[in-house]
Protein backbone atom coordinates (compact mmCIF):
# COMPACT_ATOMS: atom_id res chain seq x y z
CA UNK A 1 0.00 0.00 0.00
CA UNK A 2 1.69 3.34 -0.98
CA UNK A 3 1.94 5.65 1.47
CA UNK A 4 -0.09 9.96 0.79
CA UNK A 5 0.37 12.77 2.97
CA UNK A 6 -2.35 14.65 3.90
CA UNK A 7 -3.92 17.59 1.87
CA UNK A 8 -2.23 20.76 1.78
CA UNK A 9 -5.61 21.84 3.62
CA UNK A 10 -5.06 19.62 5.95
CA UNK A 11 -1.43 20.33 6.54
CA UNK A 12 -2.60 23.71 6.96
CA UNK A 13 -5.30 23.26 9.44
CA UNK A 14 -2.71 20.49 11.25
CA UNK A 15 -0.58 23.68 11.87
CA UNK A 16 -3.24 26.29 12.74
CA UNK A 17 -4.47 23.90 15.80
CA UNK A 18 -1.05 22.79 16.91
CA UNK A 19 0.48 24.32 19.51
CA UNK A 20 3.06 21.95 21.02
CA UNK A 21 5.60 20.61 19.31
CA UNK A 22 7.82 17.77 20.57
CA UNK A 23 11.08 17.69 18.52
CA UNK A 24 12.80 13.89 19.25
CA UNK A 25 16.23 14.35 17.83
CA UNK A 26 16.49 18.53 18.86
CA UNK A 27 19.99 19.57 18.61
CA UNK A 28 21.48 22.13 20.99
CA UNK A 29 23.85 22.54 18.04
CA UNK A 30 22.53 25.86 16.38
CA UNK A 31 24.73 24.54 12.81
CA UNK A 32 22.52 21.54 13.25
CA UNK A 33 18.93 21.84 10.56
CA UNK A 34 16.87 20.31 14.03
CA UNK A 35 18.29 23.32 15.59
CA UNK A 36 17.59 26.00 12.84
CA UNK A 37 13.98 24.34 12.25
CA UNK A 38 12.79 24.42 16.00
CA UNK A 39 14.00 27.61 16.27
CA UNK A 40 12.36 29.25 13.44
CA UNK A 41 8.94 27.49 14.33
CA UNK A 42 9.42 28.60 17.83
CA UNK A 43 9.64 32.21 16.67
CA UNK A 44 6.21 31.35 14.65
CA UNK A 45 4.57 31.07 18.16
CA UNK A 46 4.72 27.28 18.56
CA UNK A 47 6.11 25.73 21.66
CA UNK A 48 9.29 23.50 20.97
CA UNK A 49 9.69 20.60 23.65
CA UNK A 50 12.89 19.49 22.96
CA UNK A 51 13.61 16.11 23.48
CA UNK A 52 17.18 14.80 23.40
CA UNK A 53 18.35 12.41 26.29
CA UNK A 54 21.89 14.70 26.25
CA UNK A 55 20.64 17.94 27.03
CA UNK A 56 18.69 19.82 29.64
CA UNK A 57 17.72 22.70 27.60
CA UNK A 58 17.34 23.79 24.15
CA UNK A 59 16.13 26.88 22.87
CA UNK A 60 15.37 28.00 26.95
CA UNK A 61 12.97 25.28 26.81
CA UNK A 62 13.80 22.28 29.60
CA UNK A 63 14.84 19.22 27.38
CA UNK A 64 13.34 15.82 28.02
CA UNK A 65 15.20 12.42 27.49
CA UNK A 66 12.04 11.01 26.05
CA UNK A 67 8.38 11.42 25.12
CA UNK A 68 7.63 9.52 27.80
CA UNK A 69 8.71 12.12 30.00
CA UNK A 70 7.24 14.89 28.48
CA UNK A 71 4.41 16.33 31.11
CA UNK A 72 2.37 18.70 28.63
CA UNK A 73 0.01 17.81 25.68
CA UNK A 74 1.96 17.29 22.28
CA UNK A 75 -0.14 18.15 19.29
CA UNK A 76 2.55 17.37 16.82
CA UNK A 77 5.71 14.70 17.25
CA UNK A 78 8.61 16.38 14.15
CA UNK A 79 11.33 13.53 14.15
CA UNK A 80 15.25 14.55 13.41
CA UNK A 81 16.13 10.53 13.71
CA UNK A 82 17.34 8.64 11.00
CA UNK A 83 14.10 6.24 9.77
CA UNK A 84 15.28 2.96 11.69
CA UNK A 85 14.68 4.76 14.89
CA UNK A 86 11.15 5.88 13.67
CA UNK A 87 8.78 2.83 14.30
CA UNK A 88 10.13 3.01 18.27
CA UNK A 89 9.21 7.15 18.34
CA UNK A 90 5.98 6.33 16.23
CA UNK A 91 5.28 3.76 19.64
CA UNK A 92 6.01 6.64 21.72
CA UNK A 93 4.28 9.17 19.97
CA UNK A 94 1.22 6.85 20.37
CA UNK A 95 1.58 6.06 24.20
CA UNK A 96 2.12 10.04 24.85
CA UNK A 97 -1.27 11.16 23.31
CA UNK A 98 0.30 12.56 20.27
CA UNK A 99 -2.25 13.81 17.52
CA UNK A 100 0.54 13.88 14.66
CA UNK A 101 4.05 11.96 13.93
CA UNK A 102 5.77 14.10 11.04
CA UNK A 103 8.84 12.64 10.19
CA UNK A 104 11.13 15.24 8.54
CA UNK A 105 12.49 15.73 5.09
CA UNK A 106 14.25 12.46 3.71
CA UNK A 107 13.22 10.58 6.44
CA UNK A 108 10.61 8.00 6.03
CA UNK A 109 9.52 4.30 7.72
CA UNK A 110 6.83 2.61 6.72
CA UNK A 111 6.91 0.86 9.91
CA UNK A 112 6.13 3.89 11.37
CA UNK A 113 3.71 5.20 9.51
CA UNK A 114 1.75 2.23 10.05
CA UNK A 115 2.45 2.07 13.74
CA UNK A 116 1.45 5.66 14.13
CA UNK A 117 -1.74 5.27 12.23
CA UNK A 118 -2.71 2.56 13.96
CA UNK A 119 -2.80 4.75 16.95
CA UNK A 120 -4.95 7.08 15.46
CA UNK A 121 -2.11 9.67 14.70
CA UNK A 122 -2.12 11.68 11.16
CA UNK A 123 1.27 11.00 9.64
CA UNK A 124 3.08 13.33 7.52
CA UNK A 125 6.62 12.03 6.14
CA UNK A 126 9.18 13.36 4.20
CA UNK A 127 8.15 16.74 4.60
CA UNK A 128 9.89 19.90 6.27
CA UNK A 129 7.47 21.67 8.97
CA UNK A 130 9.54 24.68 8.47
CA UNK A 131 8.95 24.77 4.76
CA UNK A 132 5.32 23.51 4.96
CA UNK A 133 4.66 26.52 7.63
CA UNK A 134 6.63 28.94 5.47
CA UNK A 135 4.13 28.28 2.52
CA UNK A 136 0.86 27.33 4.02
CA UNK A 137 0.88 30.33 6.89
CA UNK A 138 3.38 32.89 5.71
CA UNK A 139 1.65 35.29 7.96
CA UNK A 140 1.63 33.37 11.32
CA UNK A 141 -1.14 30.85 12.96
CA UNK A 142 -3.92 33.19 12.59
Given at each position: ?47 IIPVNPNA ?82 PDGKQ
Amino acid sequence: MAFDNPSREQIKQILQEANHIAVVGLSDDPSKTSHMVSEAMQRKGYRIIPVNPNATTILGEKCYPTLADVPDPIDIVNVFRRPEHTPQVAKDAVAAGAKVLWLQLGIVSDEAAAIAEEGGLTVIMDRCIKVEDSILLPDGKQ
